[in-house]
């Protein structure tokens, strides 16, 4: 798979770049216990998941329109823990999953991150990071020592737009200021609906990393992962004609 013709590559950050060291859910309870809470992060679980669904629908984009964005984080811990731990205890525990939240407790590299973003750059080609992410972001990638590779790195938060919706792909050919094309432009991801659909909504070529799809995808589009990407382009034949 080759990367001619392409000039600007980007990257999802969540279950692309980066992963969990452990399920949020889990850290959650790790940090609960400490306020009284006696049962497993697999109890919290579905909780959790609820109250961020929950909390987007009523302020989208970790509240980028209507709330700060820790006050939004604040809404889902309660949501999650408000009946588990002493009311008083809540914002405590929000605070210290806010602020461990950005650090290499909770996150690492996905296998394979430092390869791939080592090889394209090598290539003289842009990179960056479009992410549905709060501004947390930018501390999490210099914590685990991927920063360096990125010509910028766009928050829906920061941007006020999320994945799936195209002008957060416009803004970033913003970011290149030298005429880079969205046909010129390649962005990679898990997600189908948000990264897939959405880059080719925006005319960009895309790329899908995933060990399980949710729709029939051609399968030259898809990658288990960032190992099996590298190799691609190293070795493969042109991709985007």
Partial sequence: MSLK???LVTFDATNTLLKFKVPPWE????IATDYGFKGTGEEIKSCMLSSYKTTWIQHPNFGRDTIEWPEWWRKV???TLKDKVPSKELD??????IQDFKTTKCWECNKGADKILKNIKEKGINIGVISNFDPRLHEILQNVNIHK???FVLTSYEVGYAKPDVRIFEKALEQCGDGVTPEESLHIGDDVEKDLE???SANWK??????ATEKPLACKHVFKTLDELSLAVENGPTLFR
């Fill in 5 to 7: 013709g392409i000039k």
């Fill in 27 to 30: 850290y959650y309870a790790c």
């Fill in 77 to 79: 811990v309660t949501l």
């Fill in 92 to 97: 405590n525990i929000a605070n210290r999953l």
């Fill in 149 to 151: 590779y990125f010509d």
């Fill in 198 to 200: 959405g880059a080719q």
């Fill in 206 to 211: 895309a790329v899908l990393i995933t060990k």
